[in-house]
């Protein structure tokens, strides 16, 4: 009885139903993320509580709800193996979150589950800090206030949008102090602490190489990285985004050298032509590699440079990364070729595609250069039918035999991987290099996006006083032979034959969804650049402009709560005062108090409205008697609670102020 006494039951029409809504709404973008077999138990705890309440069922025992909290921390600990780290810790939490509704007898439960869905909105942040995540999130707070304030209203149902319409005036005025906050609030120049992260799925560009690999991503449309050029921005034939090196072949996959040797020095690289000067904003695909446009001058704030010419950080990319850059048109690298770098790119497993080395070796011996020999093969390429296309087929165990002289159909990663088997087989240094070519440029953001849909493949060859050059086998397809779907990627490569093409495909143009794409991804960058980067140097700037440069983190402390406070008391003072100002009930009431302040009979303090009318009645029994019906209207309209004559009462109430 004692319980039932402090904490009134949910047994309120409509309550139950819109708690399990909020929860369901807040948990929802979660279940991306997390094993599914978490979401399914969230979804069935959430539906089995409706069914308790929509049949008057009796809920689970304490000793029954403990078990299931006992069994699911089990499960939690069989899937990641600890409780530690952000997929286990959130999915644990999560878990416990939806038992809690097995619980859910009272007030005061319905209350903690909504502050709860507070800390569960922030964890959303943890797997993604777009704009789209935050506009969801301030969709659920929204929601959570509104559902608060349900909770204390004796009618849901009926009250429900007046309460939706308060939560949002709720926020508007909570958003300046929150863009006080943001700015003003001390930032360091590192976060205080970083949650380790799962393992999740890697995205983009893998580090070996199979036929139909690179293949696979051309129907995703997700930006790997977004580039801002300071200046000139290079051709499209220009744009490879160089990335890894594959030199060891096993007859099926490409894939790294086992070993790095040496990191090189950036000096090694001789640079020279026009220069590019860009910013790269890359996403995080897990791996430790970076991309850049050959070749870039110096990364050697953010990577490494290995001994393939590739740029490497010591950890793996699991947040955006933002890098500046400059590279050349034009370089020499690798001039000089060790013994060891010369066997490891010009090795050929044993038992593998003998047709395709017999071409190559009667071909080495039908030329006279190294130069007249890859002439040779990608005119081959050119005339002869080789056709571009993501549906070449499956190809047999010896692939590069059943390519090149059988099926003549490929993608990128076909015509790199067979280019260098020749090469090598005509005892020609080469090796196979991965990455990106091309881009967009978003128009109404002033970048380039690099999709996941430009991966590429094409090959390095070794030649002697030249170092390593790059050869692109599929700018050597003929454009009769480039699939429609593919037209758009074989032109932004430079032809090698003067081939030209068809002029329809100059003719495309990006359709409405692609326009409105491109209008949310430039959104999406400013919220990036803007929002989630906002670190130490950015508020610097500001505080610069506001001439505040000189101050310190303690001084910052100290005028971030003096202005706080300010903004707190004078939005307190005007939500009073608006309050007061549209209530026509006290405004009247103040009158009827200042007209009996005249006659020497103000209220006191410390009395309520039928005290003051009795003490009047004590010394003038007839202006009592006057003023009585207007008391009377009053009190009811302040403590009897509202009904449908309330407005008639409210015009009663002042025309009798009014008359006195």
């Known amino acids: 009885m004692i319980e039932r006494q402090l904490f009134p039951s949910l047994e309120r029409k409509g309550i139950v139903e819109l708690i399990l809504a909020t929860q369901l709404i807040v948990l929802l973008p979660l279940f991306e993320y997390l094993p599914h077999w978490v979401a399914i138990i969230c979804v069935t705890v959430i539906g089995y509580r409706l069914l308790i309440k929509r049949l008057g069922k009796a809920m689970p025992g304490k000793v029954i709800s403990a078990l299931f909290g006992i069994v699911g ?181 490409w894939s790294r050298q086992d070993r790095i040797f040496n990191q090189i020095q950036e000096s090694d690289v001789q640079l020279s032509g026009p220069i590019y000067d860009y910013e790269i904003l890359l996403e995080p695909h897990r791996r430790n590699w970076l991309y850049a446009l050959e070749m870039p001058e110096s990364m050697s704030a953010v990577a490494k440079l290995t001994s393939d010419y590739t740029w490497e950080r010591r950890f793996r990319l699991t947040n955006k990364l933002s890098y500046k850059l400059k590279s050349h048109t034009r370089s020499l690298f690798g001039s000089e070729l060790s013994p060891q770098e010369r066997v490891l790119n010009t090795s050929l497993p044993d038992d593998v595609n003998p047709q395709s080395k017999a071409w190559a070796e009667q071909l080495r011996q039908n030329t006279s250069s190294d130069l007249e020999l890859i002439q040779t093969v990608l005119r081959q390429i050119n005339q002869q039918p080789y056709w571009y296309t993501l549906e070449p087929g499956v190809m047999e165990r010896d692939t590069v035999d059943d390519f090149w002289f059988n099926k003549q159909r490929g993608f990128c990663e076909h015509y790199a991987g067979a280019f260098v088997f020749m090469m090598r087989a005509a005892g020609i240094p080469a090796r196979v290099v991965t990455g990106y070519q091309g881009g967009e440029m978003n128009p109404y953001g002033d970048y380039m996006i690099v999709r996941q849909s430009n991966a590429h493949a094409w090959t390095e060859v070794w030649l002697q006083g030249r170092g390593w050059v790059r050869y692109d086998p599929t700018a050597a397809i003929h454009p009769s032979r480039v699939e429609v779907d593919l037209s758009q990627s074989w032109l932004q490569r430079e032809a090698l034959f003067d081939d030209k093409a068809p002029s329809d495909w100059s003719s495309f143009s990006p359709s409405l969804f692609s326009k409105a794409q491109l209008y949310w991804d430039n959104l999406n960058s400013y919220w990036q650049s803007e929002v989630i980067d906002f670190g130490a140097e950015s508020q610097f700037k500001i505080l610069d402009r506001l001439g505040l440069s000189n101050m310190s983190l303690k001084d910052l402390a100290y005028l971030l709560i003096v202005i706080t406070s300010i903004f707190m008391l004078l939005s307190a003072g005007l939500f009073m005062r608006k309050r007061i100002s549209e209530d026509p009930v006290a405004r009247a009431y103040s009158r009827l108090n200042k007209k009996l302040k005249k006659l020497k009979l103000e209220k006191k303090q410390q009395e309520g409205p039928i005290e003051h009318l009795q003490r009047i009645s004590q010394t003038q029994p007839e202006l009592a008697t006057k003023i009585k019906p207007a008391i009377l209207i009053y009190v009811q309209l302040r403590y009897m609670g509202a009904n449908k004559k309330q407005r008639d009462l409210i015009k009663q109430f002042e025309h009798r102020v009014a008359s006195f």
């Not at 286990?88 to 939490?93: E, K, R």
């Not at 569960?120 to 509104?146: E, G, N």
């Not at 799925?201 to 190489?209: A, V």
Request: one cysteine or more; a neutral charge; glycine letters at 6%.
């Open 73 to 253: 921390g089990l499960l939690i600990y069989l899937e990641f193996g600890t409780f530690a780290g952000r997929d286990a810790g959130v999915s644990l939490i999560v878990l416990m979150f939806s038992l809690k509704l097995l619980e859910m007898r009272w007030y005061r439960d319905a209350a903690l589950v909504l502050y709860l869905s507070f800390f569960i909105m922030t964890a959303h942040f943890l797997f993604s800090q777009s704009l789209l995540m935050a506009m969801y999130m301030l969709f659920c707070l929204l929601v959570v206030i509104t559902t608060l304030q349900a909770l204390n209203r004796t009618n849901v149902v009926v009250e429900l949008p007046k309460l939706v319409k308060s939560s949002v005036k709720m926020l508007l005025l909570a958003l300046p102090l929150m863009l006080i906050l943001f700015v003003f609030f001390p930032r360091l120049s590192e976060p205080l602490w970083r949650m380790p992260s799962g393992q999740s799925g890697t995205t983009g560009i893998d580090d070996s190489m199979t036929p139909g690999d690179i293949g696979s991503l051309v129907t995703f449309t997700e930006p790997a990285f977004r580039v801002k050029f300071n200046g000139d921005i290079p051709s499209s034939s220009e744009l490879y985004w160089r990335g890894l090196v594959f030199s060891e072949f096993d007859g099926l996959t």
